[in-house]
């Protein structure tokens, strides 16, 4: 119900443009909705899970069922195991989604987004900087990596914080036959401190340096389109290059297993809360869950934010929020009726 709750309301927001395109409802059906789904499911499924385990067990507690197996002897902790057996099996599907299958749903989705509802997109593909070696580095002004060709290609050799070597190319195009760079109109400039230096061009040239594009160049990707594994190419690649936002990517990449493992969290903290019977019955408890979850979003953001501009170890920033709540998972299970 909540899933379609947020399809409708996405759809409301990006009705206008889907009509505007002449999209047809098959086509937003399945190849933009279709991919939706897993991305809303996984961004909520500990929110998800929470409020189930709370409607489940209120209701089990409004029948008396948890006085009854108390008084049979059965112990609080053994009423548990149920629910911990469930959360593991949910857990392991939630990791393994958010790590391979959510991200490759994701690509689908955005690329859809791209063509029919987001009218610009951020290029990171031009004024590339990369360092590619101990002591090289490549300036590319623009570059296409469909067709791998860059334009405005510049090659520095620096030693010892000394330029040693200088190659400006208008044109680079990737040659897959023979794996090299081919560079049209080309000055090269080799530095030899004790003679002129020796400047050569021409047309075009082969490179020697054998580097594939995917090592120079990345296409321009969200953090939420990546697998894991994806991410972790990315993160040393902006670790090696010397590149911003390395951040961004390491929220991510800690986002997915800190989201999984908080399952286990809010299934303890839902069972204690929703365990005991009250006069409010299942409304005072579904209500003090909404409102812990939204205290648990608020708080993510809170945190990843002092993780972007304060500094804060991206791993800790996205923790913090299942630190906090399991301390609270852990009172209202001793406040629990045994």
């Known amino acids: ?120 997109r951020y290029n990171q593909n031009k004024n590339a900087h990369r360092q ?62 004790n003679a002129s230096d020796l400047i050569r061009s021409g047309a075009y040239i082969d490179t020697t340096f054998v580097i594939s594009p995917s090592r120079i160049f990345t296409s321009f990707m969200r953090s939420d389109e990546m697998t894991t594994t994806e991410l972790n190419m990315k993160i040393d690649e902006i670790k090696a290059t010397g590149a911003e936002g390395n951040v961004y990517f390491e929220i991510e990449k800690y986002r997915r297993t800190a989201a999984a493992f908080s399952v ?17 019955g299942i409304g005072y408890h579904l209500m003090i869950g909404i409102a812990l979850c939204a205290a648990f979003e608020i708080v993510m953001k809170f945190t990843t934010t002092f993780a972007i501009n304060a500094n804060l170890p991206a791993i800790i920033g996205v923790w913090i929020p299942n630190f906090v709540y399991f301390f609270i998972a852990v009172y209202f299970y001793k406040k629990a009726q045994k």
């Not at 050799?157 to 190659?167: D, E, T, W």
């Not at 286990?264 to 409010?280: E, H």
Request: a positive charge; zero cysteines.
């Open 1 to 120: 119900m909540l899933v379609s709750i947020a399809i409708v309301i996405d759809l409301t927001e990006k009705v206008a443009d889907l009509i505007e395109k002449h999209v047809s409802f098959f086509d937003v059906a399945t190849k933009y909705y279709l991919y939706f789904i897993p991305y809303i499911g996984s961004l909520l499924a500990h929110f998800f899970i929470f409020i189930s385990v709370i409607f489940f067990t209120s209701q089990m507690a409004g029948k008396s069922e948890f006085i009854a197996m108390l008084s049979g002897g059965v112990s609080y902790n053994r009423i548990l195991l149920p629910y911990f057996i469930t959360a593991t099996i949910l857990m392991v599907v939630i990791y393994f989604g958010n790590n391979k299958f959510v991200p490759l749903s994701n690509k689908a989705r955005l690329q859809f987004e791209n063509t029919y509802i987001n009218r610009v």
């Open 132 to 193: 590619i070696g101990n002591d090289q580095y490549l300036y590319v002004d623009n570059y296409n990596p469909k067709d791998s060709i860059g334009f405005k290609m510049t090659l520095e050799r620096i030693s010892n914080g000394k330029l040693q070597y200088k190659l400006h190319a208008e044109k680079m195009e990737w040659n897959k036959k023979v794996q090299k760079w081919r560079l049209y109109n080309y000055l090269e400039r080799i530095i030899q401190p």
């Open 264 to 280: 286990y969290i809010f299934t303890l903290m839902g069972v204690s809360l929703a365990s005991r019977k009250t006069r409010g």
